[in-house]
Nanobody, 126 residues
Framework: QVQLVESGGGLVEAGGSLRLSCAASGRTLSGYAMAWFRQAPGKEREFVVSINWSGGGTYYADSVKGRFTISRDNAKNTVYLQMNSLKPEDTAVYYC???????????????????WGQGTQVTVSS
């Protein structure tokens, strides 16, 4: 199975940027579609974005479309989330997830994904 470790979280002012990384080990990342989710205190874990095995297909939640960009480097076994124009409502723990199948469209819930990282905190101050 694949192990996932997120990094790159931190504290940033509104309007700023952060780049999250998700490093995979144990299995070749190219065999997995990937996604980022986030969970704010007291709220359910919500889908942010997914990417297919090659990186040629992506699907974004409306709340981040145009501000966040997902990418992957299969040679480095790493997936990235570039977050620009951050807002206080983006504050959450961000998780990367992996599954052999690709999910795009409404309904990509956390139950779809088999493998998860431990999360990285993103805090956006106003």
């Amino acid at each position: 199975q694949v192990q996932l470790v997120e990094s790159g979280g931190g504290l940033v002012e509104a309007g700023g940027s952060l780049r999250l990384s998700c490093a995979a080990s144990g299995r070749t990342l190219s065999g997995y579609a990937m996604a980022w989710f986030r969970q704010a205190p007291g709220k359910e874990r919500e889908f942010v974005v997914s990417i297919n095995w090659s990186g040629g297909g992506t699907y974004y939640a409306d709340s981040v479309k145009g501000r966040f960009t997902i990418s992957r480097d299969n040679a480095k076994n790493t997936v990235y989330l570039q977050m620009n124009s951050l807002k206080p409502e983006d504050t959450a723990v961000y998780y990367c997830a992996a599954d052999p199948n690709y999910c795009s469209g409404y309904g990509c819930s956390h139950s779809f994904y088999d493998y998860w990282g431990q999360g990285t905190q993103v805090t956006v101050s106003s």
